[in-house]
């Protein structure tokens, strides 16, 4: 199982990003996938979920701001944050199921 992700950066508040998370070694399709942020100092945290047929979850700190999808025939899973606030710094890590597996994370730095 790998899971590589990019698209982390620095942007100001009130800004976008959008994370990608490649996967291979396993049947992405099959699988519910997750994304997970760590701030300094504090627990990894679930900040969205989407199912095997794009059933989404998210946390109530990033509802309406950030939008988790797929795309199955590229084995990508994706993040689009929104209106991004310094409070959403961290560490973002993409992993199958909840912590199964996980990628290597990518730094997102919002200023104010």
């Known amino acids: 199982v790998q899971l590589v992700e990019s698209g982390g950066g620095l942007v100001q508040t009130g800004g976008s990003l959008r994370l990608s998370c490649a996967a291979s070694g396993f049947t992405f399709s099959s699988y519910y996938m997750t994304w997970y942020r760590q701030a300094p100092g504090k627990e990894r945290e679930l900040v969205a979920g989407?199912?095997?047929?794009?059933?989404?979850r998210y946390a109530d700190s990033v509802k309406g701001r950030f939008t988790i999808s797929r795309d199955n025939a590229k084995n990508t899973l994706y993040l689009q944050m929104n209106s991004l606030n310094p409070e959403d710094t961290a560490v973002y890590y993409c992993s199958r199921g909840y912590g199964d597996n996980w990628g290597q994370g990518t730094q997102v730095t919002v200023s104010s």
């Open positions: 989407i199912s095997s047929v794009k059933t989404t």
